[in-house]
């Protein structure tokens, strides 16, 4: 799938079928997120995953928007080793990019996901260091849940003129209400 | 250009032709960022396209790692709205795969990206508010740097096979060390 495509209709996706996720593209969606950029180059991250139904169906006893894992194959853990990246910002921002690009490949490669947000809330970031046996300097930053989707999603219009300023903030100040 | 492909050759470029890039491409760019998932889909995010050489200039005065920006065309600034987004992990996870949509979108299009960290480095943050004349509410996050790339880098082997666990961490803990 082309680049600009993959970006632009990719969504998140809650439905799949009962088929598995081969472990070459769990591989390849991985690998995807290994080639993030990082802070000074530390790739800092850690990637769980989580397959076996016991665990998976543990998820959505603590997390709000996880009922679709106790339907899902498979879902992948990221997360940040405090003692590669001190700076929690940066393990954030590390994280984050390398959770995008696993999505996308999992878009390109045929397979949905749907991300599962657990750091900086404290009670799900608790409950997946116990779920997962993380020992304290690895932080649980994103919960990635992937399968073959059974839902069919349209691209939205996400392209917001407003929200793009020329060589400075613009004054007076411009209205930014949610959406 | 195919996405595993991109995801994969993506490299920082800090050294630029004389070449623009033009409106057409920042704008998809741009797009690219926002069709990021974001939190709740808050999409909390602000684009700031500094293209005035004046502007670019102060850049490398007090970022460490921005020389490159003296010979660059362009820099892109996210920024993340506390009053969109309230948890400060989320903006920075958020903008983290803003940024790398646009990276990606940038590397498909021909165009070189490096990302200079910004949050949550507060020295940086200060100077780049001041510089940009960001109200307080808005943080900067990074800057982007694009233009046509003089470079050209091969791909470096980032898979790694010690990064990756089934089900849960293993104990004994692996060796996780630095690069």
Known sequence: ???????????SIRSFTDE???????HRIIEAGMYAP???NHQPWHFIVINEREQLNKIPVFHPY???VNKAPLVIAVCGDTRLEAAEGYLALDCGAAVQNMMLAAHSLG???C????????????????LLELPRHILPIALIV???????????KRFRPDRVYSN?????????GRL
Chains 1, 2 share one sequence.
Request: net charge positive.
């Open 146 to 156: 992937l399968g073959i989707p059974r839902e069919l999603k349209s691209t939205p």
């Open 1 to 11: 799938m082309e680049t600009l495509q993959a970006i632009l209709t990719r969504r």
């Open 115 to 130: 991300w599962l947000g657990v750091y900086p809330r404290k009670q799900r970031m608790e409950a997946v260091t116990e």
């Open 38 to 40: 990082s802070a000074n």
């Open 20 to 26: 598995p996720v081969s472990e070459e593209q769990i």
């Open 168 to 176: 400075r903030w613009p004054y007076p100040e411009p209205e930014t």
């Open 66 to 68: 996880a009922k679709m």
């Open 111 to 113: 397979i949905g996901s």
